[in-house]
């Protein structure tokens, strides 16, 4: 029963777990990029801020919808800050729900608000 399931777990592994991913890496960025379209084009815009940072760049990626969608925001894999969201979708619990914006507006707006947060990342070591 439960024993037997306990003594099979996957804790259980003959060989050690994998060494820890350093936590803070030493090298320091070449500069800030920012880079944003719609959610259409967000393969092409994923790898052009992939490269970015492997070229020594911290980059913010806004990809966003012609919707009011809430954002959501995340540091991926690649080491890219990505927002996602609709264009007039809230950002900030405090926002309204449906805001109407230009993009270029609304990715200053968010590259403003959320920059400071963004500076305290050093980029990957390679």
Do not use: C, I, M
């Amino acid at each position: 029963g439960t024993e037997a399931a306990l003594e099979a777990g996957p804790w259980l592994r003959a060989e050690p777990p994998p060494p820890f991913r350093q936590f803070r890496p030493t090298r320091p960025f070449v500069s800030d990029l920012v880079l944003s379209g719609w959610v259409f084009s967000a393969r092409r815009l994923r790898e052009e801020a992939a490269r970015a940072v492997r070229e020594g760049h911290r980059t913010s990626l806004y990809l966003f919808s012609p919707t009011a969608r809430r954002h959501r925001v995340r540091f991926t894999a690649a080491g890219v800050w990505e927002q996602t969201g609709g264009l007039f979708g809230k950002s900030e619990r405090s926002d309204p729900p449906l805001r109407l914006w230009r993009r270029k507006n609304r990715v200053a707006r968010e590259w403003k608000r959320t920059a400071g947060a963004r500076q305290t990342v050093v980029s990957p070591a390679t």
